[in-house]
């Protein structure tokens, strides 16, 4: 009898490097992150998504571990780091930037010179617009 064969492909990928972030972050009147600290990724490729927030990301490097993020509307993001390699399961890890606008200037009245009395008139304070004021 005529022999028969098939032939089958084995496609062998190391373990992706275990994804690591830098410190969640705080960034007071802009929309742009420091440097968002991930690991260099010595097995696989590294990518960076934005998992949550109130607006959308620009990474400034979408696979470079140092990458900044520019998000368009100020408040708390989520940035996942994933490693992967192949058709191995990735590894992922995230922070947390939090982008504050900056604070209302504060503004007050003119001094006062009260007699006969231990209250003063109004304080004259501006409605703070971003942030809260408090005397």
Do not use: K
């Amino acid at each position: 009898c005529a022999s028969t064969n098939a032939e089958l492909t084995v496609n062998y990928y190391e373990t992706p490097t275990t994804a690591i972030v830098g410190s969640d972050q705080n960034q007071c009147g802009t929309l742009i992150s420091s440097s968002l600290g991930g690991n260099t990724a010595a097995v696989g490729e590294g990518t960076w998504t934005q998992f949550s927030g109130p607006g959308t990301t620009t990474f400034s490097a979408l696979h470079s571990e140092s990458s900044t993020a520019t998000a368009s509307a100020y408040g708390t993001y989520v940035y996942r780091w994933t490693i992967a390699n192949g058709a191995c399961a990735s590894t992922n890890a995230e922070l947390t930037v939090n982008y504050y606008e900056t604070p209302t200037t504060a503004i007050v009245g003119s001094d006062q010179n009260q007699c006969g009395t231990l209250i003063s008139s109004s304080l004259g304070g501006n409605t703070a617009a971003v942030g809260e004021g408090t005397w």
